[in-house]
């Protein structure tokens, strides 16, 4: 009795240590230089269906949280990698901008994703 106990207790702790929690909902703007654009394949992230995405390395000058937790705070002078399904204009390279961003993802990890971009400068 003892043993079945154990092992069930062992499955549901297993089980339950499997399962990926997502972050809560979150929404912060930044402003910064656009550093890096190019377009990548999403299964070089492991996310499938493959799709091309748009990758923007952004140098962060100001952070601004909105809603839920500011997974950017104190990142100002520092660089982010954001990442869109949506294909961003070229011309964003080099140009100071603002950036209404979300962080979706687990414990596990996840990624910045971009909500609204514009060129401020």
Do not use: H
């Not at 962060?60 to 997974?71: D, H, I, L, S, Y």
């Not at 140009?95 to 414990?107: A, F, H, Q, S």
Request: aromatic content about 8%; hydrophobic content about 40%; proline content about 4%.
């Amino acid at each position: 009795m003892k043993l079945t106990f154990l092992a069930l207790t062992l499955f549901f702790v297993l089980n339950t240590l499997s399962e990926a929690v997502p972050v809560m909902p979150n929404e912060t703007v930044i402003k910064g230089r656009i550093d890096e654009y190019c377009l990548t394949s999403s299964s070089l992230l492991k996310i499938e269906p493959e799709i091309t995405l748009c990758k923007l390395v952004v140098s962060v000058e100001n952070v601004e949280g909105v809603k839920g937790p500011n997974f950017l705070k104190g990142k100002e002078g520092q660089s982010v990698t954001l990442y869109s399904k949506e294909k961003q204009p070229v011309e964003l390279f080099g140009k100071k901008v603002k950036i209404t961003l979300e962080y979706r993802g687990d414990e596990r990890g996840g990624l910045f994703w971009i909500k609204r971009i514009e060129i401020i400068e």
